[in-house]
């Protein structure tokens, strides 16, 4: 490889994504550093501007030229930081908010069309081709997956059948649990993908790095009134980056927000972890009962969480 090889690829790749005409190609008044900017104060509850500089390698002089012009655009807000009074805090306003999820949309959108040029049996090989690239280039510096590179989105095809398959394989891998189990989740998933109410129902997809790492699913209940949790999953290379935590949140919002009361869950005493992970949000165990399922001595669990309660 040459130099030369690398510099026609970097050509080429700034054409497809419409890098050097960011703004226009995505019908917004922002170049791709201030929309990488806007993006970085999207994920973070706060950041100060030394954060930015460094996360983004930008020059000192420069990133401050863009928050002067998100600040009169009313974008952000700027105070002396909390643990260092010599620093700048950088906040989004709601306006900031406002454009930063527009822009994350029209991206998904462009990218979005950009993929589905792909024929599905060469994505595989070129989610593959960006991860060698990013692993080999990035020198083991600032590769570590972060929590904001973390996507949550509905399932395409093929995810729901992934989560049969994950489910099965990775309870079997960790608790030695049989076929029976892999039966319950298919008929779950089965259920949901025949007969469902997209306005009450649905399924969330965590992606990182162009892969499925994570799902949940949210279903009417039998009691009037309620939501059901299910499926919930993170792999085992993904943890650690609150997803789970992110994924049990946008189901609570999501319930709460198309008016259920209550949000159930039904889970096992062995999934230590994911019992810490409910609590966390506000959960509260309401009833237990030992069983023999999936091929092992259980104690099932049935957890609740009032949805217009204090805390979550």
Not at 205 to 214: N, S
Request: hydrophobic share 40%; net charge negative.
């Amino acid at each position: 490889m040459t130099v030369q090889d690398i510099r026609s690829f970097n050509r080429f790749y700034t054409n497809v994504i419409g890098a050097l005409d960011y703004g226009r190609h995505l019908y917004a008044p922002y170049t791709l550093t201030e929309s990488r900017v806007l993006y970085e104060l999207a994920h973070a509850s706060h950041t100060d501007a030394a954060d930015l500089r460094a996360e983004l390698s930008l020059d000192a002089g420069y990133l401050s030229r863009i928050l002067n012009k998100f600040e009169q655009d009313g974008l952000i807000e700027r105070a002396p930081s909390e643990k260092d009074p010599r620093r700048r805090r950088v906040t989004l306003t709601t306006r900031g908010r406002e454009a930063a999820a527009l822009l994350d949309e029209r991206a998904r959108e462009t990218v979005g069309s950009l993929l589905a040029t792909v024929p599905p049996a060469d994505r595989p090989r070129l989610a593959e081709a960006m991860r060698t690239v990013r692993t080999i280039l990035g020198d083991g510096k600032g590769q570590a997956p972060r929590r904001e590179d973390v996507v949550l989105r509905e399932p395409g095809p093929g995810d729901l059948g992934w989560m049969v398959q994950r489910n099965a394989a990775l309870y079997t891998a960790e608790y030695g649990w049989n076929a029976d189990y892999e039966g319950l989740v298919a008929r779950i998933v089965a259920d949901f993908a025949e007969d469902h109410d997209p306005h009450l129902e649905r399924v969330w997809i965590a992606e990182l790095d162009g892969r499925p790492v994570g799902c949940v699913m949210c279903v009417r209940d039998d009691a009037p009134g309620a939501a059901r949790l299910r499926l919930l999953l993170v792999e085992p290379e993904a943890r650690g980056l609150g997803i789970g935590d992110q994924l049990v949140t946008t189901v609570a919002d999501f319930a709460r927000g198309v008016g259920y009361h209550e949000l159930v869950l039904w889970t096992n005493d062995v999934l230590a972890a994911a019992r810490r992970l409910y609590q966390r949000h506000g959960f509260v165990l309401v009833s237990e009962k030992p069983h023999r399922s999936f091929g092992a001595d259980l104690v099932g669990q049935d957890w609740r969480l009032d949805l217009h309660g204090n805390g979550e």
